[in-house]
């Protein structure tokens, strides 16, 4: 049985919220460019959640140390690999260091690399 929970309902509290965003930001800046459709994606991610420029602004000065922040529960790990495949896929391409980063991601979570394909294949395939 799949669990239809909203991206709000996964991401409860304040702290899961900002692990995710940190998540998302540190794939989206892989390459060096913050291209349109990323910038978008980090918009509307950002306005789902709820986060504010202030609540971002120590995430953005601190890009260069910040690392991935893995979440304890199951559903939101998965969400959130869906989410970072998808960012790698928002500018067309999959960059490398954005396929390294969402590869260690993966087999931080335990999933690994044919996971992580398999989700690249399914983005490609449906046009997301």
Do not use: W
């Amino acid at each position: 049985m799949q669990n239809n929970l909203s991206i709000e309902e996964v991401f409860n509290t304040p702290q899961k919220k900002l692990a995710f965003f940190q998540n998302l930001i540190l794939v989206a800046a892989a390459d060096k460019v913050l291209d349109n459709d990323e910038g978008t994606l980090l918009l509307l991610i950002g306005d789902k959640l709820g986060l504010t420029p202030a609540d971002l602004m120590p995430l953005v000065d601190n890009l260069s140390v910040l690392s991935f922040i893995i979440p304890e529960d199951g559903l939101q790990k998965t969400l959130e690999l869906q989410t970072l495949v998808q960012m790698t896929m928002e500018d067309g391409d999959v960059h490398d260091r954005e396929y390294a980063l969402c590869l260690e991601y993966a087999e931080r979570i335990g999933y690994g690399k044919a996971v992580l394909d398999d989700m690249i294949k399914q983005f490609q395939t449906n046009g997301s």
